[in-house]
């Protein structure tokens, strides 16, 4: 069983409704938690995977009305990569040009043929191909085919000025290693898992700095096993590498530690349990509006101030 890899991630958008329909209806991911941003509980938080919200699967979203657009640079997330069957690269195409879902033209990347398109609010995404993906477990509830389906994150791409000391923390600490260089892009791999296994660092050199919007990218979220893995983690971050990460956040599905690497952009690690049916049923994952314990008292007047969702939750 895979014990590191990428856990979710996090990213921030606009209107919530759009960006509800936009994973859902058009990708056909599950909504697998429907709550609030536990620090600014007027914002929903958006939880999207495969059917149980396995680690390796989730991209959650902020969703705030009026942000401004990001503008990508340094120190970010410049791309985030999810997996499909090999056969399903033409069924998402024929769906992006007819759904009118910005994309690029199919392109290899590290040997795979891969589908960069954007979501409404201009996060870059990409389908990757992935030969035997079609054998891994799917969600579908019918608007994408269970054979097309997405199987997660395959990984993400980070734009650094220099890639080595975050390559190191990856290497060190979250369990990764170096697999190869192509151009400007060195591929990271975590060798016990295929979902949410890799990490490509972009080095660019004297590029601008990022700034933080819609589309963006807000954190990647890394696996640990279980408080003690974390803990260990923590252990290493402050011992080898100077970096005290905050202290533990209970966030109901897991609990976590955030800090910013040295490229800037900022990591989470995230235990694996409880997972998303703590507080619902796994048949029933995302229906309900759910709020953690500190907030309950507050339901009424937290459920009136958040955005309109029609009829897509
Ligand atoms: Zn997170």
């Known amino acids: 069983m895979a014990t590191t890899g990428i856990h979710h991630v996090t990213a921030i958008a606009g209107n919530a409704r759009r960006n509800l329909e936009f994973y859902t209806r058009t990708l056909g991911l599950r909504l697998v938690k429907k709550t609030v941003n536990f620090d600014d509980p007027g914002t929903y938080h958006f939880y999207f995977g495969d059917a149980q919200g396995s680690p390796g699967t989730i991209i959650t979203f902020f969703p705030w009305s009026h942000v401004a657009s990001g503008r990508l640079g340094t120190g970010e997330t ?43 609010d201009g996060m870059a995404l990409a389908l990757v191909a992935v030969p035997g993906a079609e054998s891994e477990p799917a969600w579908s509830d019918g608007s994408v085919p269970e054979e097309f389906a997405i199987r997660g994150i395959h990984g993400v791409t980070l734009l650094l000025a220099e890639a080595g000391a975050t390559a190191k923390i990856l290497a060190d600490v979250l369990g990764f290693a170096e697999e190869r260089t192509e151009g400007a892009v060195t591929r990271l791999r975590s060798p016990d898992t295929q979902i949410g296994g890799i990490v490509d660092l972009r080095a660019v050199g004297g590029f601008p700095r990022g700034r933080s919007g819609g589309g963006s990218v807000h954190h990647i979220a890394f696996r640990a096993a279980d408080d003690a893995a974390q803990a260990e983690m923590v252990r290493k971050l402050e011992t080898a590498f100077g970096i005290r990460p905050t202290p533990q956040k209970d966030r109901t599905y897991f609990r976590s530690v955030y800090f910013r690497e040295p490229g800037g952009v900022l990591f989470e690690i995230a235990t694996d349990a409880p997972g998303f049916a703590v507080d619902e049923l796994p048949a029933h994952l995302g229906e309900a509006l759910k709020l953690p314990a500190f907030l309950e008292a507050r339901r009424a007047e937290i459920a009136a101030r958040l955005p309109e969702l029609g009829d897509t939750a």
């Open 78 to 120: 410049q791309e985030t990569a999810l997996r499909v069957p090999e056969a399903a690269l033409g069924f998402w195409l024929e769906r992006f040009v007819a759904m009118g879902v910005s994309h690029e033209p199919v392109a290899t990347r590290f040997g795979a043929r891969t589908l960069p398109f954007r979501d409404p």
